[in-house]
């Protein structure tokens, strides 16, 4: 997507939080890697492109505690495309959920830290894997918390592929018809799913208009830009009768040349050799 595409003009945040971001979000895709890499199997592609917007969330967004990762005031995050729980694991281990060498369990028999997330993992709020179900835990969250006069807010991240599933759709028609205001759905919108391209497999374009149609208020940014990131939210957090969807624009595999829109990499780790080459790429 072309930058004069996107509907709204970035704020400018400070220089030094951009930095700190961006540092964090090297660090984490180094993570990933290696933990991938570690346990053999697993989704590189869509836990790379998803890498910025956990660390806009966690980093920035987020209200959270991760000494006490059930405090009734937290938002609440749903990792609706579930295949990216190692990007979600180096957030939280890194945030101190947990200590970081649980990283190198991924994915083995008795680990805290599975496939997909359970709520075996400290500061997992909810279990997903299975596509199309996270916007309807989301919803029933946000319901909830308005029930109980909370003000947190509830974020659920989502990938295009998923937003093929119908479920997602009779969801997106409840958060609108209850006037979810408190929820924010984040599309991590890089193109591909397992089989291809999205535009091919089953086009859902033009995502923005179908969940304005839904009465959603719906935002296109560039999800590897922390400056729109950050807008998104924001605009989210200042609209006060709908909830929002942010259509971040990403790549598939963000960060590793040989990895970016390399649809081989949606469902494998890196070999040992594929990790070294992209531990040198993403550098110190
Ligand atoms: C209901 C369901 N069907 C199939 C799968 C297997 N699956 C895992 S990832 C994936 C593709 C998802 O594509 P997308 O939502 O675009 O994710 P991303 O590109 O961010 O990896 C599929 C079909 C699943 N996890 N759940
Ligand atoms: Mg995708």
Redesign the pocket.
Known sequence: MEKEDFDFKPIQPPVELIGKLTAKARQLRKDVLVMLAKAGSG?T??SL??VDILTALYYHVLRHRPDEPDWPERDRFVLS????APALYAVLADCGYFPREHLETLRRLGSPLQGHPCLCTPGVEICT????HGLSLANGMALGLRIDRKDSRVYAL?????CE?GEVWEAAMSSAHFKLSNLTAIV?K?R???DGA?SEVMNIDPLDEKFRSFGWQAINVNGHDFKHLLSGFRLARATGSRPTAIIAHTV?GKGVSFMENNLEF??RAPTEAELKWALAELGE
């Open positions: 989704h592609g869509g492109s998803a495309k579930g295949h990216a894997g299975s596509l199309g989502l990938g295009d592929g998923e599933e991590d890089n591909l799913q397992i999205t598939k949606h469902g």
